[in-house]
């Protein structure tokens, strides 16, 4: 491994890192989703010479100092668990738009980690890539959450059961699509805490409580309808949706046209719904599509499935 390290024109490789939906409605910071798309791609390269060397492919005019780029703070953590000199090359292009509610900052921190363990013979374990990770978010949004990075590294659901100690759950799932729309404004996952309610009333956590505990009930029974039943936020969703026009009619008008259900992917503006058949999650897309239409709001929209591999190495150089 070190001669790698040390080696003009060390390895590298490149990394698909998997767009994700945090929180599934009712499971604020404790459950993830990874999709199938969009994906980041990122080069990542043993340089002769310790240090971090970030590049991006992209309009989107993010830091390339390592300590305030989210990839970058996740490599600096690992490289301080890994003890020995080291260095890495980071090539970013980003195709999951920052701001979206898709997990952007956590498919850059998790690529990095994943690529840079892989260069250095895979000395870490998931979680150990997790809890690098997570500094990225820390970056990003000045908190410390897995929702995102846990599915973007494991693949498929999460369950975050702990954050300190860390303690991931993978969960089953039947096959579900997932429709996407996402509205081209931003909302920033700093400024989406900031509104949230810092206390709530009993009566609404023990409802909150029954949907989560519902919602992995449903995953694991492959049940569609308890699925559908628990996918309902009393806490977040209220204050949160009116930062995203259009969000009650598209959820009313997708679950008219047969959506198990959905709401915010993330903090927003991203809005998602599962559905059991492809030409339910079609039919969804052309319910967003009216609706951004006619609000004059410019959007992105995808119909697609569940990542059960997570960010992976697809081409070592």
């Known amino acids: 491994m070190a001669n790698d390290v040390n080696t003009p024109g060390g390895k590298g490789v490149q990394v698909f890192a998997p767009a994700t939906v945090a929180n599934l409605v009712c499971g604020f910071d404790v459950l ?27 309009g989107y005019q993010l830091p390339v100092e390592p300590e305030k780029n989210v990839a970058g703070a996740s490599l600096l953590a690992l490289m301080d668990e890994w003890k020995e000199k080291v260095g890495f090359e980071v090539f970013i292009d980003k ?13 850059s921190s998790a690529g990095a980690v994943v690529a840079a363990n892989h260069l250095l013979g895979n000395p870490f374990s998931k979680e150990d890539l997790v809890r690098f990770a997570m500094n990225g978010e820390k970056v990003a949004s000045g908190v410390k959450h897995a929702d995102n990075i846990a599915p973007c590294i494991y693949g498929g659901i999460t369950l975050i059961r702990s954050i300190f100690p860390l303690d991931i759950v993978q969960l089953t799932a039947p096959p579900l699509y997932v429709t996407v729309v996402h509205p ?10 900031q509104i949230l309610r810092k206390e709530v009333q009993l009566k609404a956590a023990i409802k909150q409580w029954g949907n989560i505990a519902g919602l992995v009930a449903g995953f694991m029974k492959n049940d569609y309808g ?6 309902e936020d009393v806490i977040i969703e209220p204050v949160r949706s009116i930062l995203i026009p259009g969000f009650d009619d598209v959820k009313k008008k ?20 599962l559905s059991k058949e492809e030409y339910v999650a079609k039919g969804v897309e052309e319910v967003m599509i009216d609706v951004y239409t006619r609000l004059g709001i410019e959007f992105k929209t995808y119909v697609t499935m569940i990542n059960y591999s997570g960010a992976k190495v697809v081409d070592v150089q």
């Not at 308890?226 to 996918?231: A, F």
């Open 184 to 193: 081209q404004i931003e909302v920033r996952t700093s400024d989406a805490r």
């Open 95 to 107: 195709r999951i738009k920052p701001g979206s509610g898709l997990g952007s900052s956590a498919a």
């Open 32 to 58: 993830g989703m990874a999709l199938q798309q969009p994906q980041d791609v990122m080069t990542v390269r043993l340089r002769e010479e310790p240090g971090i060397v970030i590049q991006h492919a992209d």
């Open 254 to 273: 997708s679950k008219d046209a047969g959506a198990l259900g959905g709401g915010i992917s993330g903090s927003g503006p991203s809005i998602f719904m």
């Open 226 to 231: 308890l699925i559908g039943r628990s996918l």
